[in-house]
């Protein structure tokens, strides 16, 4: 099966099997984008849903052509204990823009026939 993971405006598609762990797709993720598993977290986008790295896509409901969000861990140290911060970014998947909405819109401007 495939999966589309998505972080603002890219769009990993992932071939996947449904016994496999989340941290075996997370792995895949990490060549692909760099950021190792210990900083990543993927959420079902419907329901939205934090992925357990132990158990399996199919365990979790994740199945063919699943949107999955990949949110990455943010960096910092909390002035007052000291330690490294739990926080993860907030979902942010970018919308792509429909180019027929220019198409409309350039057609548009350049016919000035009155009715």
């Known amino acids: 099966m495939f999966i589309r993971v998505k972080r ?3 769009t990993y598609f ?3 099997d449904p016994s496999e762990s989340v941290l075996e797709t997370k792995q895949k993720l990490q060549a692909l984008c760099d950021v190792h598993v210990d900083k990543q977290r993927l959420i079902l986008v419907e329901p939205e849903t934090i992925l357990d790295e ?3 896509l199919e365990e979790q409901q994740v199945g063919c052509d699943a949107l999955v969000a990949l949110t990455y861990k943010i960096q910092g140290m909390n002035e007052e204990t000291n330690e ?3 926080s993860w970014e907030e979902i942010n998947i970018e919308k792509p823009i429909d180019p027929k ?3 409309r ?3 548009n401007e350049g016919n000035n026939t009155n009715l």
């Open 14 to 16: 992932l071939h996947c």
């Open 8 to 10: 603002k405006k890219t």
């Open 54 to 56: 132990a158990k399996s």
């Open 101 to 103: 909405a220019y198409l």
């Open 84 to 86: 490294e911060t739990n």
């Open 105 to 107: 819109k350039d057609h």
